[in-house]
């Protein structure tokens, strides 16, 4: 058994029962992450539309493909032909021409908000205070269909220090849930890394995205 389907095995052992393993495979070469598909992972996460869509040419559909970068407004229509989930949605602009481009390629694309959680200027997503507007916009967009949030959460290299974080995320969702906003239908909060899913499942999360703990240290 290769050390790739080694880890996978661990983790699908490891995780609870309701957490999703998402392979997170920025910069790994498409038989990597082919070889963690064979070993059960069923979601790939991808930062980059083209790196995707030479992986997808070598694996196919046997996982779900899951956008989990900064996506620009121009990538927007060759990331819906790609991908099943675009997890990132960080503003009613990127919002619409999703939709837009969804809209034209007959198809409704699941989405989540992306949440700065920390509140870091340097960083992407939405301020937690912000969440409920934009679902309440998005909800109105017919090709989309907002599914749950996502943060990443603190770069720390105590797990803990992200823990603040994963709580104001479950908050969030939380809200959302109390909201009950037509055509809004929950089912995702998707934080955690290497470093610290184990923290963010503790806080709620039922998707965790692996990058290294799967596939050792980036080249």
Do not use: C
């Not at 934080?191 to 806080?203: D, F, K, L, P, W």
């Amino acid at each position: 058994m290769s050390a790739i389907a080694e880890n996978v095995r661990r983790l699908l052992a490891e995780l609870p029962t309701g957490v999703r393993l998402m392979a997170a495979a920025k910069a790994r070469r498409p038989v990597e992450v082919l070889e963690a598909v064979e070993a059960g992972v069923l979601l790939i996460g991808e930062n980059y539309v083209q790196e995707a869509a030479q992986a997808l040419a070598v694996i196919g559909r046997r996982a779900e493909w899951h956008f989990i970068g900064h996506l620009q407004t121009n990538k927007v229509r060759a990331a819906v032909e790609v991908f099943d989930m675009i997890e990132t949605v960080d503003s009613l602009r990127l919002g619409r021409e999703i939709d837009k481009r969804s809209a034209e390629a007959g198809k409704v694309m699941p989405v989540l908000i992306e949440v700065n959680s920390g509140r870091e200027p340097q960083k992407f997503g939405v301020p937690p205070q912000e969440v409920a507007s934009l679902a309440r916009e998005l909800a109105g967009l017919a090709h989309l269909r907002l599914e749950g949030v996502m943060t990443m959460g603190r770069l720390a290299g105590d797990p803990e220090e992200s823990r603040p974080d994963f709580q104001e995320t479950k908050r969030v969702y939380d809200q959302l849930h109390g909201l009950t906003i037509p055509g809004v239908r929950l089912t995702t909060l998707s934080m955690g890394m290497t470093e610290s899913y184990r923290v963010a499942i503790e806080e709620g999360a039922n998707l965790v995205r692996l990058g290294t703990r799967i596939f050792g240290p980036r080249p």
